[in-house]
């Protein structure tokens, strides 16, 4: 045989594999995941159906978003309440540009 990469790689992952399932969590981690896929492959429309309800909580998305819009608010409301602060803000965003422009060039 003249490429051992393959044969190499698939005995290394079966090592690998085999000196982590010495630790206990990840051997129960196995057998429960195991457990899981056998009664989802039986049992189909358990699997549809578990996706298809709601979780109870936001998704990571929708998280996200509330975040942008609570920074956006708090911006807006410090621009309002605050304009020399805007202004303030606004000439240090001028003079690091002016800076980083004289640094390109």
Do not use: C
Request: aromatic share 4%.
């Amino acid at each position: 045989m003249k490429n051992k990469l393959v044969p190499a790689i698939v005995i290394g992952a079966a090592v690998g594999g085999l000196i982590a399932l010495i630790d206990k969590g990840t051997r129960d981690s196995v057998v429960s995941n195991t457990k899981s896929i056998k009664h989802y492959a039986s049992n189909p429309d358990d699997l549809k159906q578990r996706f298809n309800e709601p979780s109870g909580e936001p998704s990571k998305v929708e998280m996200i978003k509330d975040e942008v819009l609570f920074w956006k608010d708090t911006i807006e409301e410090i621009r309002r309440n605050n304009p020399e602060l805007e202004r303030a803000i606004m000439d240090a965003k001028d003079t690091f540009q002016a800076k980083r422009e004289k640094k390109l060039n």
